[in-house]
């Protein structure tokens, strides 16, 4: 087994399947039980997940919506993502706890790392809802963060896409899949991995990042088994 501890980054569009917006409970149901294949190897994993398929904070605020509130707004959606997703673990009997970056008291646990740690010690899948609990931050920059506080071993960002490439491969048919590249690279070559934000912070602190396609079934456990699928960027 190559991780003991990961931090999944899931996408809020991810979550709508073949919907227009919302949550696909099948697709749902299948993450749940790829997760829970995972936690059965005993592997410790603390999810983040995004909130685009409920709301785009960036998108409202192209719209003439103040940013901040558009922020806010997001950080809603991917604490309803997150209760989502926990209720989905816990169908497949996988016990769960969702913190939450911004007070919600009656709905989920404040975000306490010590606390998250002990939870993922003890088997329980940790999500994260509310982002980092600042607007202008991606989700992205959430789950580095939360990657680097808990001490994970690597970042598992699961897109539709099943690596980073020389270029657009929706756009160009030449466009060539890495296997491995280095933060440097990745910033020289202007690829798109994450945010300047979340990704510098990931190379600061030496946390590997895989992206990879989740949403083909079987994919995260390969990925955790250290099979080369997706790409890896590293030091
Ligand atoms: P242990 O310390 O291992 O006992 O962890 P635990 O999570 O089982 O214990 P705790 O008593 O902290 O939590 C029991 C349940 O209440 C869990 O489902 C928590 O997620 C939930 N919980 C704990 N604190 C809060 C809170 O501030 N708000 C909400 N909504 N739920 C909470």
Redesign the pocket.
């Known amino acids: 087994m190559q991780y003991k501890r990961i931090l999944l980054k899931l996408s809020g569009e991810a979550l709508m399947g073949n919907l227009q917006y919302g949550i696909d409970p099948e697709r749902l149901q299948e993450y749940a039980q790829d997760i829970k294949a995972i936690t059965a190897k005993g592997i410790e994993v603390a999810i983040v997940i995004g909130g685009g398929n409920i709301f785009r904070g960036v998108a409202g605020a192209s719209k003439g919506m103040d940013r901040v509130q558009g922020d806010h707004m997001g950080m809603l959606a991917t604490v309803i993502n997150g209760l989502a997703l926990q209720g989905a673990l816990e169908d497949e009997g996988i016990p769960t706890?969702?913190?939450s970056a911004i007070k919600?008291?009656?709905?989920?646990?404040?975000f306490i790392k010590r606390?998250a740690v002990?939870?993922l010690e003890?088997g329980?899948v940790v999500i994260f809802g509310g982002g980092t609990g600042n607007p202008y931050f991606t989700t992205d920059s959430a789950a580095v963060l939360r990657a680097i506080e808990i001490n994970a071993d690597v970042i598992l960002k699961g897109t539709r896409v099943d690596g980073i490439y020389s270029s657009d491969p929706e756009k160009n048919t030449d466009a060539v899949k890495f296997d491995f590249i280095t933060f440097d690279d990745v910033l020289q070559k202007g690829l798109k991995v994450m945010d300047t934000t979340a990704f510098t912070l990931s190379q600061e602190n030496e946390l590997p990042i895989i992206v990879f396609d989740m949403n083909t079934r079987g994919n995260l456990m390969k990925v955790v088994m250290g099979e080369n699928i997706g790409t890896k960027v590293n030091l």
């Open positions: 706890r969702l913190q919600l008291n009656e709905i989920a646990e404040p606390k002990r939870h003890k329980r």
